[in-house]
Nanobody
Framework: QVQLVESGGGLVQAGGSLRLSCVAS????????MGWFRQAPDKEREFVGV????????YYADSVKGRFTISRDNAKNTVHLQMNSLKPEDTAVYYC????????????????????WGQGTQVTVSS
C-alpha cells in the first residue's frame, strides 16, 4: 500500500508560482511512477504530468508544458510539482497519484493506470 499526502496549494495571482509537494509512505515508493492530475469545478480530472521511477523521464500535458516541472526525491519519498507562470485556468484541486505500471507515454496519462491517490490540494489563481 501507498499513502499520499499533498501540500503547498494556495491562492496566487496570475503569473506567480507555487510548489506542490506529495509525500508518500511505503518502502517501495521508488518502484512507482508518480503522476499529477487536477480537477476544476464541474470538470473531469485531467492529466498534468508524470515522472518515472528514476526521475529520468518526465511527460507533461500540452497545457502546462514549459511552465510546470515535476521532480522526485526517492530518499525522502517525495515528489514535487513546480508551477510557474500560473494562469487562472490552472485553478483546480491538484492530486498526486502512484502507478505500479511500466512507463508509457500513451498509458501513463490515463487515470486508470494509478492505484493510489492523495486527497488533493487547492490551487487558486486570480486574474
Amino acid at each position: 500500500q501507498v499513502q499520499l499526502v499533498e501540500s503547498g496549494g494556495g491562492l496566487v495571482q496570475a503569473g506567480g508560482s507555487l510548489r506542490l509537494s506529495c509525500v508518500a509512505s511505503g518502502r517501495t515508493f521508488s518502484s512507482y511512477l508518480m503522476g499529477w492530475f487536477r480537477q476544476a469545478p464541474d470538470k473531469e480530472r485531467e492529466f498534468v504530468g508524470v515522472i518515472s521511477w528514476s526521475g529520468g523521464r518526465t511527460y507533461y500535458a500540452d497545457s502546462v508544458k514549459g511552465r510546470f516541472t515535476i521532480s522526485r526525491d526517492n530518499a525522502k519519498n517525495t515528489v514535487h510539482l513546480q508551477m510557474n507562470s500560473l494562469k487562472p485556468e490552472d485553478t483546480a484541486v491538484y492530486y498526486c497519484a502512484a502507478s505500479p505500471n511500466a512507463w508509457s507515454r500513451s498509458e501513463s496519462p490515463k487515470k486508470t493506470n494509478y492505484d493510489y491517490w492523495g486527497q488533493g490540494t487547492q490551487v487558486t489563481v486570480s486574474s
